[in-house]
């Protein structure tokens, strides 16, 4: 047997810190790469932040008129006619708004318009002759509107959407100035729906609506910049700034270009400029939301600018307003990290009062440098000093740096709001120890486990730990030594197995096998394998175990008990579920003998058995328990080592494939039994019948049977009937056929 010893071709701490370098690495390219996957996480990190401290809400120029449930029951269903936008856009403008942008399209014509009205009435030509020189002199509703946002700094805007279309004439409204790397990372479009013509040639701008949601659905950031058809478009709250200021031109800037790119640049890495006001965004034109809670000051129904505007003359002057629908079934909804409803108008809004307030949530240019940083460092620190220091004190330094990443992070956001995430370094560098520590404590533990691995299986909790103490590695082979062998199997699992499906099968045979493992092992057995439904187990191997026979014969007793215990309850279970089972009864035989134990099998996969005579012997007493009616046959070998017991002789017997005869007994009970007046005058009578047998002197065995006294056997399923029943039977046989004189009264079993 060789001594246990796992030996490294290379040190164990360069197989530690290979193992962390290489874990490391995989964690750094994942971050490289960026998948989706980690993009969704971080903007989760950064929506937590959002809810547990939202931006503070400050005044700003920035109103909403909303078309709301209230301003919908005062002045109707929507669509409105155009001369209430007309209205709207007029008394705004005589208010003193600095600019008016749409959140709606208006891309058909009015079906309230005078003539589009008369065109849909059913009558008479002649009276259609009549009425249309009076319809033409009423006012178009698109045309009032029109004049309407002509006179007025009005924005609408258009949907942009992926695809391909026919180049379309297009008069945009704002300038572009910007470094080539900017203008070319714009989102590009080709596709838009758009507001009629006459609408679009009035407005001051034109934008595109730019709802820009994560892949969760999230609306996080919003495009600043969209192209079509090589027409740079702003999105609204962009191009209502620009109007407001009365500017020209948008500047988008390139950091990098300008010559402001440096490490720790507070700008990111893109800049718009809209008059006098700059606006950090992403390189792909995103601007980063930092959303406050609703606040009722922001919004002013519909209903007061049309039919109350002189009230709210001190609200709306000199502010940019956003027109947009709020009311049910007609709003847009967004998800927001504070809500998953809100009107899409309000995000404009937000980014708007954020723009002109000049207070920006933002993703800096380093913030992946330092985030990849810090996974180096962190996972590079657990890496080389975990060999030397171990678990716990790597687990602490580790506590700590990752207790001072968190905090850096929430101190970058709620005093600077820059968003740094510390969720990956932190569970990657996590991952990284856990490697790390669990390749250390398998290569510590790689000699006791390969002892456990391969005796765990059969041996006791107790039996393992003594193994993995002796330092001695199981090898292909073996040794002989004298051992007990049990056999166990369930009679008539025929029946039983046709009163249950497959499933409720295998769960019964796992209720048997486990309660009769543990007793097998808790009196220091050794399984040695499964089948089906049956257990073959020995003792006095690994481990010598001077009392094996014994152990044996008890944990029969008590696994006859524990099924006992056990039958009511499966009875119990079977009635539940409306299906009949059969008793459950079992066939156990000991018998001890010397064997060959050891790893049997190949060098590529082995198990720890025994072979030999005695291990066939073992066999087939169990299966003459069916012959004699009882649940335990146990050889004459393991009796005399084992002499304390109520033994109860059943047969002189040459079992298949044997030329020697068998003396085999059964157990009515222990040590307490076979010590009861009760069974020694029982076993008395049994044996006075028994000589009677032998000696041919059938009348009188006869008698004896018909006149034994009761047997102590109230554990035994069934009792002694059935033994006596054999006996009864075989009587008759021999009296009718009497063997002869040379008769040694040794029993020639029929089955196995």
């Given amino acids: 047997m060789m001594t246990l010893g796992f030996r490294l071709h290379i040190p164990r701490r360069m197989m530690v810190v290979a193992m962390g370098l290489a874990a490391l690495t995989l964690a750094l390219t994942v971050r490289w790469i960026d998948p989706t996957v980690l993009t969704v996480a971080r903007h989760l990190v950064f929506d937590r932040y959002q809810i547990l401290q939202p931006r503070t809400y400050q005044p700003a120029p920035v109103r909403v008129i909303s078309i709301d449930e209230e301003s919908l029951k005062r002045l109707g269903q929507w669509p409105w006619p155009r001369h209430y936008i007309a209205r709207m856009i007029d008394n705004l403008t005589g208010l003193g708004v600095a600019a008016i942008a749409f959140d709606i399209i208006f891309a058909e014509p009015d079906r309230t318009s005078p003539s589009r009205v008369l065109a849909d009435w059913s009558m008479e030509t002649g009276h259609r002759d009549q009425l249309q020189p009076l319809i033409d002199e009423l006012p178009d509703h698109d045309a009032l509107l029109a004049q309407s946002i002509a006179s007025s700094p009005t924005v609408l805007g258009i949907i942009l959407q992926p695809g391909e279309s026919e180049p379309f004439p297009f008069v945009r409204r704002a300038g572009f100035a910007g470094h080539t790397d900017v203008l070319d990372a714009m989102p590009r479009y080709g596709l838009a729906t758009r507001n009629l013509q006459i609408l679009e040639d009035a407005a001051s701008g034109i934008a595109n609506f730019g709802y820009a949601p994560e892949r969760d659905g999230i609306v996080r950031r919003i495009p600043l910049l969209g192209q079509v058809h090589d027409v740079m478009l702003p999105t609204i709250s962009i191009e209502a700034l620009r109007v407001a200021q009365n500017a020209s031109t948008i500047i988008a800037r390139s950091a990098k270009a300008a010559g402001d790119y440096r490490a720790g640049s507070m700008l990111g890495l893109h800049l718009l400029r809209v008059g006098q006001i ?188 003594r193994m993995a103490e002796t330092g001695e590695e199981p090898q292909l082979g073996g040794e002989q030594r004298q051992l007990t062998l049990m056999f166990c199997d369930i009679r008539g699992f025929t029946p039983i197995s046709e009163s249950m499906t497959p499933i409720q099968l295998t769960q019964f045979i796992n209720k048997f096998l486990t309660p009769m493992t543990d007793l097998v092992l808790e009196t220091h057995g050794t399984i040695d394998k499964y089948m089906g439904d049956a257990i073959m187990a020995f003792w006095n191997a690994p481990l010598d175990e001077p009392d094996h026979a014994a152990l044996a014969v008890g944990a029969t007793l008590r696994m006859r008990t524990r099924l006992a215990e056990l039958e009511p309850i499966w009875q119990a279970e079977a009635a539940a579920e409306g299906r009949t089972l059969p008793p459950v009864r079992i066939g156990m035989g000991v018998n001890t003998g010397e064997c060959v134990v050891g790893n049997v099998g190949s060098e590529q996969r082995f198990d720890y058995s025994c072979l030999g005579d005695s291990v066939n012997t073992a066999s087939r007493l169990e299966g003459q328990s069916k012959t004699y009616g009882v649940d335990l046959v146990v050889g004459e070998d393991s009796v005399t080592l084992a002499p304390g017991f109520a033994y109860l002789e059943l047969d002189l017997i040459r079992v298949k494939g044997k030329l020697n005869a068998v003396r085999i007994y059964t157990v009515l009970g222990g040590p307490e039994v076979a010590e009861t007046e009760q069974f020694q005058t029982f076993k008395t009578h049994h044996d006075t019948m028994l000589a009677a047998y032998r000696a041919q002197d059938w009348a009188s065995a006869a008698q004896l049977i018909e006149e034994r006294p009761a047997a102590p056997d109230q554990e035994i399923p069934g009792g002694l009937n059935g033994l006596y029943v054999e006996y009864a039977a075989r009587l008759q046989e021999l009296a009718a056929e009497p063997p002869g004189a040379d008769w040694d009264g040794v029993y020639e079993a029929k089955s196995k």
């Fill in 278 to 465: 700059e606006v950090p965004m992403t390189a792909d034109s995103r601007f980063w939301v930092h959303y406050t809670r609703p606040r009722p000051e922001r919004e002013i129904p519909a209903w007061k600018v049309l039919l109350e505007p002189e009230t709210i003359l001190e609200s709306v002057e000199g502010q940019i307003i956003l027109v947009g629908a709020t009311a049910a079934g007609l709003r847009d909804l967004k998800a927001t990290p504070l809500s998953a409803d809100v009107p899409g108008i309000m995000v404009h809004a937000q980014a708007l009062e954020q723009m002109i307030l000049g207070e920006f949530l933002l993703r800096p240019g380093w913030a992946d440098a330092a985030e990849f940083i810090g996974l180096a460092v962190l996972g590079l620190l657990f890496t080389m000093a975990m060999p030397w220091l171990g678990p716990i004190w790597c687990a602490v330094i580790g506590i700590v740096f990752a207790g001072v990443g968190a905090s850096a992070s929430w101190f970058a956001y709620s005093e600077m709001h820059l968003l740094v995430d510390p969720l990956y370094p932190i569970l990657s560098a996590l991952l990284v120890f856990l490697i790390v520590t669990t390749t250390q404590h398998l290569l510590s533990e790689r000699e006791r486990k390969r002892v456990r691995s391969t005796f765990g299986r059969y041996l006791s909790p107790a039996l393992v730990q």
